[in-house]
């Protein structure tokens, strides 16, 4: 289950990853930016495996 900061994280990387795709010029692309950013999608693909890894263990697909 994911927490409000989880919510919050994905937000920050939707917005981010929204505002490249339609071409907006006026995000600053800075290291700080970057940095926040990389964190948040090893976070999610940390969870996500863990999640996965977790699922394998319990066998949850089998009930």
Do not use: Y
Request: hydrophobic fraction near 40%; proline fraction near 3%.
């Amino acid at each position: 289950m994911e927490c409000p900061s989880d919510e919050q994280d994905l937000n920050i990387l939707l917005r981010f990853r929204n505002s490249i795709a339609h071409g907006d010029r006026k995000m600053p692309i800075d290291f700080d930016r970057i940095d926040k950013i990389s964190k948040i999608a090893i976070k999610i693909s940390t969870d996500f495996a863990v999640s996965v890894d977790e699922a394998c263990k319990q066998k949850i697909w089998m009930k």
